[in-house]
């Protein structure tokens, strides 16, 4: 089977492929936290109201992690199955980061209702956040998997990196200079670190060879850090609709994000003018949030970033391209990393 032979599926199938197969096996694992980290957890996932009252299905996230992983796994001659532990393993961990960031940026609401903290409070939010990390890699260390040892040190060496990339992100936000060198590794650690993770898990678990998973691995490490891109951009310039957060939350934050960084470090006056409103101690009026975007732009700070986001993309491609995987899985692992890259999921 040759890849212009494959009928493409869209994105769009793809996610809903990986959030079949990973409702199932997700449900059971929340169930195994105490009851007051479950309700919270579960609420978090979108599976039911702050009462415990079921949602609609699709309230929650769009399982991108995990359906990079399963998909991973099948691109390495694997079986989805196979793969499933990991991906459950890859989606608690995301949700344990999802469960702190909003604490600790003050973020009222995701996906378009309040936040656990905002619905919980604060100390609740922490340690449903700490049980669904214990939880991730209970998950894989019980797999049965022959390389679930593996898999668990994949995953430890990768929550570190994602904690001292969040660690850097958080230091950011109280200094007053942030060279863009440091703000991609920075971004590197946070987000990539965590898909590069996916995607070699979802090879080591699929029966990949060393090289295959280092391919992977690769692939997702430049693909995360352009969706890191992208997710940045949305951050400023994003519809709230498809957010579910407020316009502008980033700047109101003063995030030292990657398009502001780049901004702030362009040398040109609008430069020097959105470091002087970054350096306010008052918060920002709604104008003087739209000021900040346009004077981002103005620097060149979001055509830098949706340039770097195709480079890195194309990279990632590469890399895919020269592992040798099967043509159905890996078409769909480009479907994914397209969406991710310019629609900003």
């Given at each position: 089977?040759?890849?212009?032979?494959i009928?493409?599926?869209?994105?769009?199938?793809?996610?809903d492929w990986?959030?079949?197969?990973?409702?199932p096996?997700?449900?059971?694992?929340?169930?195994q936290?105490?009851?007051?980290?479950?309700h919270i957890?579960?609420?978090h996932?979108?599976?039911?109201?702050?009462?415990?009252?079921?949602?609609?299905?699709?309230?929650?996230?769009?399982?991108?992690?995990?359906?990079?992983?399963?998909?991973?796994?099948?691109a390495?001659?694997?079986?989805?199955?196979?793969?499933?532990?990991?991906?459950v393993?890859?989606?608690?961990?995301?949700n344990?980061s999802?469960?702190?960031?909003?604490?600790?940026d003050?973020?009222?609401?995701?996906?378009?209702?309040?936040?656990?903290?905002?619905?919980?409070?604060v100390?609740?939010?922490i340690?449903?956040?700490d049980?669904?990390?214990?939880?991730a890699f209970?998950?894989?260390?019980?797999?049965?998997?022959?390389?679930?040892?593996?898999?668990?040190?994949?995953?430890?060496?990768?929550?570190?990196?994602?904690?001292?990339?969040?660690?850097?992100d958080?230091?950011?936000?109280?200094?007053?200079e942030?060279?863009?060198?440091?703000?991609?590794?920075?971004?590197?650690?946070?987000?990539?670190?965590?898909?590069?993770?996916?995607?070699?898990l979802?090879?080591?678990?699929g029966?990949?060879?060393?090289?295959?998973?280092?391919?992977?691995?690769?692939?997702?490490?430049?693909?995360?850090l352009?969706?890191?891109?992208?997710?940045?951009?949305?951050?400023?310039?994003?519809?709230?609709?498809?957010?579910?957060?407020?316009?502008?939350?980033?700047l109101?934050?003063r995030?030292?994000?990657?398009?502001?960084?780049?901004?702030l470090?362009?040398g040109?006056a609008?430069?020097?003018?959105?470091a002087?409103l970054?350096?306010?101690?008052?918060?920002l009026?709604?104008?003087?949030?739209?000021?900040?975007?346009?004077l981002?732009e103005?620097?060149?700070g979001?055509?830098w970033?949706?340039?770097?986001?195709?480079?890195?993309?194309e990279?990632?491609?590469t890399r895919?391209n020269?592992a040798?995987?099967?043509?159905?899985?890996?078409?769909d692992?480009?479907?994914?990393?397209?969406?991710?890259?310019h629609?900003?999921?």
């Open positions: 089977m040759t890849a212009e032979s009928e493409r599926r869209t994105a769009g199938a793809v996610l990986g959030r079949a197969l990973l409702r096996a997700l449900g059971p694992a929340v169930d936290l105490p009851a007051p980290m479950r957890t579960g609420y996932l979108g599976w039911w109201d702050a009462h415990g009252v079921p949602a609609e299905a699709g309230g929650g996230g769009k399982a991108v992690r995990p359906t990079l992983v399963l998909l991973a796994g099948e390495a001659g694997g079986e989805a199955g196979e793969a499933l532990p990991a991906a393993a890859v989606e608690l961990v995301h344990f999802l469960l702190h960031d909003d604490v600790m003050g973020d009222a609401t995701r996906r378009h209702r309040p936040t656990a903290w905002s619905a919980f409070g100390s609740q939010a340690l449903a956040g049980a669904v990390l214990t939880l209970d998950v894989l260390a019980s797999s049965g998997h022959p390389l679930a040892r593996e898999g668990v040190s994949a995953l430890s060496a990768t929550v570190q990196e994602l904690l001292n990339g969040q660690s850097s958080v230091e950011f936000e109280g200094r007053a942030v060279e863009l060198a440091e703000c991609l590794r920075m971004a590197s650690g946070k987000t990539g670190a965590l898909i590069a993770c996916a995607c070699a979802g090879g080591i678990f029966g990949g060879t060393a090289a295959q998973v280092e391919h992977l691995r690769a692939f997702g490490d430049r693909l995360g352009a969706f890191q891109l992208a997710d940045d951009l949305l951050g400023i310039w994003g519809d709230p609709v498809v957010t579910g957060k407020p316009v502008y939350s980033d109101a934050n995030k030292k994000s990657l398009p502001v960084v780049a901004a470090t362009s040109t609008a430069g020097r003018e959105l002087a970054y350096r306010r101690e008052a918060l009026s709604d104008d003087e949030l739209t000021r900040a975007a346009g981002i103005e620097a060149g979001r055509a970033s949706q340039s770097t986001a195709d480079a890195l993309l990279e990632a491609l895919l020269a040798g995987l099967a043509p159905r899985p890996a078409a692992l480009t479907t994914l990393a397209g969406l991710m890259t629609r900003m999921v």
